[in-house]
């Protein structure tokens, strides 16, 4: 009984280490409005390590989110921000503190996601992080028809060219099996979709949401728009009340909080 014992104990010790590693460690992001919790992401290591070096030296202790834009994100942990006298504009990037992109598919912007800003692409092409401060994502939340819309826009092009390729040349006939096969004709349709979409797939900024992707923004929300561009390297888990509560602060011209919104402390669990 003593050995069944010890491999069950075993077995339970080893799930709990893989569902540990799996989940990540957790940040515990300290403000003067409230708390806020995040797991990081072990698939993005180079972010993620960065991140908690930062976090462990006390980089982010006593800096500001310096950009708060509802219904798309906050930003903080600039270091021209610690000091910063109230209305002055901070915030600014730090190059020292750049690092590769670990843009990973799987990961999108639904609210609460953990990002790394950057410089815009005409003048950091390579997309690089800044790790120097962080974003998290509020977003909005979309309609079913909205996210419809935005794929026939985004795609339109590339179907307008496949329509011409595949379904034009053969429109006649299969007008013709319709009125007499019509289990033919949906064979034949469902061959040409398929066509279709692997042109709309194979071209460069195409749009197709994922499953996961419909359901979390049009229940969480997110912003969309940000997919496949920034690195994302973790995700809230408690305090998107406080979030929200950053977010719709009154801003001055900047987008800097009128109200100093101050980092007390990051700390890694």
Known sequence: ??????????????????????AGKTVVIKTNVGTMKAILYDDVPNHTRTFIERAKRGDFNGTL????????MIQGGAPDSKNAPA???????????????EINEKYFHKKGALAAPRQPDDINPQKKSDMSQFFIVQGKVYRETELDTLERTANYPARQKALKEFYAPVRAELNMIKMSNKREYQKRLRAINAQID??????????L???EQRKAYT????????DGTYTIFGELTEGFDVL????????????RPKKDIRIQSITIE
């Open 87 to 101: 209305g002055a504009k901070c915030g600014f990037g730090d190059p020292s503190a750049e690092i590769p992109p």
């Open 244 to 255: 929200d509560q950053i977010a719709t602060q009154p801003k001055d011209q900047n987008d």
């Open 219 to 226: 229940t969480v929300g997110g912003c969309h728009h940000l």
């Open 1 to 22: 009984m003593k050995k069944i014992y010890y491999i069950l104990s075993a077995l339970f010790l080893c799930v709990v280490a893989t569902s540990a590693q799996e």
């Open 209 to 211: 949401f994922t499953d």
């Open 198 to 207: 692997s042109v709309i797939q194979a071209t460069p900024g195409h749009l």
């Open 65 to 72: 989110f310096t950009r708060v834009l509802p219904e798309f």
